[in-house]
């Protein structure tokens, strides 16, 4: 393929990805997963220096009436202080979110995330964990209660590599112990991805979709998207 022919219009599609339009099924086909990072990267400089838009106008509730092309999916922790869709200056039509406390992988966000990315046409799947975890520290302090048992479950192997050789405190008190599961507990849901999904592992071995970690500051809304392996 001429890449001199080609570039042009994936730069309109590019710039037609980062305006206040939702995106149309010949757009999304052209974005490949680098394209998205970047978009999602701009989006949420965009976020960081107050620089948001409105995006869920009218206009744009009615242009997404007849189907929906989103970027990516991404998934987040339930945290009320990580508003996702602003966290990326995103809007109606952009992203799929799938939101669980601690964001575990299960069989269900596994399948909404084969939906997003085989049916939809989604180009990225991104892990988004966040500073400061509830979920987490629950997990390390071992909580019971309920059905949060069972999730907390999902998080404890995180929390036992992270314990390997770390020098200090392993308590839900020591922030920076915190940030160490954090970062596993990210590792350990992209690994889950791909070895639980045959469709998404493929898809990222042929390069149509890229499979990413990242970090969300609550001290200044910047997300920091993690080296893989
Ligand atoms: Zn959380």
């Known amino acids: 393929m001429a890449s001199c022919a080609g570039t042009p219009s994936v730069r ?11 995106l149309t099924k010949k757009e999304q086909s052209k974005l490949t997963p680098d394209d998205v990072i970047g978009i999602l990267k701009q989006g949420n400089e965009e976020f960081v220096n107050n620089r948001l838009t409105s995006r869920n106008t009218p206009d744009r509730i009615k242009a997404a009436i007849n189907g929906q092309y989103p970027e990516a999916i991404i998934l987040s922790c339930i945290d009320s202080r990580v508003p996702v869709e602003d966290v990326f200056h995103r809007g109606i039509g952009d992203v799929f979110v799938a939101r669980v406390a601690g964001n575990i992988v299960n069989t269900d966000i596994l399948a909404s995330m084969e939906y997003a990315c085989k049916v939809a046409g989604s180009k990225v799947v991104v892990v988004l964990g966040h500073e400061s975890c509830g979920a987490l520290k629950s997990a390390i302090d071992d909580v019971k209660l309920g059905n949060i048992s069972e999730l907390l479950q999902k998080i404890t192997p995180a929390v036992h590599s992270s314990k390997t050789g770390f020098q200090g405190e392993t308590s839900s008190s020591n922030p920076i112990f915190v940030e160490k599961v954090s970062h596993s507990n990210i590792a350990l849901a992209m690994s889950e991805i ?9 898809m990222e071995a042929r390069g149509e979709i890229k ?3 990242a970090m969300y500051h609550l001290q200044n809304g910047k997300v920091d998207f993690l080296e893989d392996r």
């Open 12 to 22: 309109t599609d590019l710039a037609q990805a980062k305006s206040n339009q939702v």
């Open 194 to 202: 791909r070895k639980n999904s045959p469709i998404l592992k493929e």
């Open 211 to 213: 499979i990413v970690g």
